[in-house]
């Protein structure tokens, strides 16, 4: 056990979001996505402040009866943390989130333009910049400047791409703070951040470039990201040792996977809510079960996974009726065009599938739109192959959740333009996410993959992940700041 340390964790969504039930009283709902998953076990470890926006009516009243202030707050667990929400203009928060951070730097990070069409950059995206990303951003480093005050030596962490402005602003204000990001998604080649208008890219890279560190899940990642530093804003670069040197300043960039709690897998697992749904899965199943389990996101490639598993149906009619694929899928930035139209491409492709081929009493895809975790991990404990074919994906939990809990020795199948492919390759069946015709061959050869392989596979990539649990990620990159404590601050050039 390390010493408990004074940090301050800094992401758009956090931890817990308010709501009133049904009586009138509030209730605190654990947030969803992986970022925090993953960092609720940083509360159980050391002293947390948690800065982050708030999303819902009650989390802005929760956030005004505490006159701004931080609120005492308890995980799961019964560690205490506190819990400082930031409200945002909702107009401001509407631009950052629905304008900037989601169809611009997420598309333009998962690659996500033919660039033929998209994207375009009008009026209405720069104002959505200028007065709602920095705005919003802006806000976020007031709030971590206050908690400096309140809290000298405590270290920051950033997280994700809702969040790079920030750094820099509160590297001007309090020139020594201690300074992480950790960016949950990829990083592209610098042509492809050329999409981007000048200044935005330059902000992007000099905002980021005011931590200390700055950590991706991958080596790739890493690499692009010190390539793009080089391109973008002329910075020096050392590549062996991973160091940026920009405007007086030097930053540490380092590939850090991150990872689950297997303890805490092994108990959702075993809950009797899990256990209830997975006999509903079981009851209904097919004697091979094909699982996919992903937000409704272009970055997932859910339309070129049906079209996948079309083509197996197409190539293997000894299969009818004994092999289904089970799509659970939790409808996600649903205000964004781009996702809700995503969204209706996912049901026609669905559709498309079942038309071709159901039968009475068979149903070949299962396509289910729902928030429901508890049926995730059902699921996971079920499936015989798990389909992963993301077209990029920083890391892709999925892929390192489900072998964890399955009891069926299920083989992954994952895209390699995922992060986990870099640690789980030597035991999947890698798909290029393109190739619609290469993952239809990949569900036959996982499906008809003998007892014997599939077990070893599985426990391999068990042993990796136990290996490589959340506390390691945690313990690494305080040791990374640690490496940089010390190292004499510069000021920032203007
Ligand atoms: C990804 C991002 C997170 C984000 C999550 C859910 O995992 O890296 O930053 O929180 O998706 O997305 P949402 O937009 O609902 O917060």
């Keep these: 056990m390390t010493e408990r340390r004074k940090l301050i964790v800094v992401s758009n969504r956090g931890p817990v979001t308010y709501s009133r039930d049904d009586s009138g009283e509030r209730v605190a709902k654990r947030g969803g996505g992986g970022l925090v998953t993953a960092l609720r076990s940083l509360v159980t470890q050391h002293d947390v402040t948690w800065i982050a926006s708030a999303m819902s009516e009650e989390d802005a009243a929760v956030a005004g009866e505490a006159g701004g202030e931080a609120v005492e707050e308890t995980a799961d667990d019964g560690s205490p943390y506190r819990l400082k929400l930031v409200v945002h203009d909702p107009v401001a928060y509407d631009r950052y989130y629905n304008v900037v951070a989601n169809p ?77 990001h950790f960016v949950h998604i990829p990083w592209v ?3 492809y951040w050329r999409a981007l208008p000048e200044p935005i890219r330059r902000a992007v890279h000099e905002g980021i470039l005011a931590n200390d ?30 160091l940026v040197r920009h405007g007086g300043r030097e930053t540490s960039v380092r590939a850090r996977p991150i990872s689950v709690d297997p303890e805490e897998f092994a108990e959702i697992a075993g809950s009797g809510e899990v256990r209830a749904a997975e006999h509903d899965i079981a009851a209904e199943r097919p004697e091979f079960l094909i699982l996919r389990v992903d937000r409704t996101d272009p970055s997932k490639n859910i339309v070129r996974g049906f079209r996948a598993y079309e083509l197996y149906l197409e190539a293997h009619p000894e299969m009818y009726g004994r092999v289904g694929m089970l799509a659970l899928l939790d409808p996600s930035r649903q205000d964004i065009p781009e996702y809700s139209e995503y969204l209706g491409a996912i049901q026609r492709g669905a559709r498309t599938v079942n038309d071709r081929f159901q039968h009475p009493g068979w149903l070949p895809l299962d396509l289910r739109i729902a928030d ?60 290029n996410p393109f190739d619609v015709a290469g993952q239809a061959e990949a569900l036959h050869v996982a499906l008809t993959m003998a ?27 305080l040791h990374d700041l640690d490496e940089v404590v010390g190292r004499s601050p510069t000021s920032i050039s203007a």
């Design 104 to 180: 611009v730097l997420w598309f333009v990070q998962h690659y996500l333009w033919g660039l033929a069409t998209a994207p375009e950059f009008d009026h209405g995206v720069h104002a959505a910049w200028a007065e709602g990303y920095v705005s919003v951003n802006r806000a976020f480093a007031e709030a971590v400047v206050e908690e400096l005050e309140r809290s000298p030596d405590a270290s920051v962490f950033f997280h994700d791409y809702h969040l790079y402005v920030a750094p820099r602003l509160v590297r001007e204000r309090v020139p020594d703070a201690t300074m992480s």
């Design 189 to 191: 080649m610098p042509d």
């Design 213 to 242: 560190v700055v950590s991706l899940h991958t080596d790739r990642w890493c690499r692009s990201f010190l390539r793009s530093c080089e391109d973008v804003v002329g910075a020096e670069i050392e590549f062996e040792g991973g």
């Design 372 to 431: 429901d975790f508890t049926q995730a991990v059902a699921a996971y404990k079920q499936f015989d192959v798990l389909l992963v074919n993301a077209i990029f994906d920083g890391m892709n939990l999925v892929a390192k959740e489900a072998p964890l809990v399955n009891t069926r020795d299920g083989v992954l199948i994952l895209s390699e333009n995922t992060g986990a492919h870099e640690e789980l390759e030597p035991w999947v069946v890698s798909v």
């Design 451 to 477: 007892g014997d392989e599939r077990r070893v596979r599985l426990e391999a990539i068990r042993r990796h992940i136990r290996e490589h649990d959340i506390s390691a990620w945690i313990e690494t990159q």
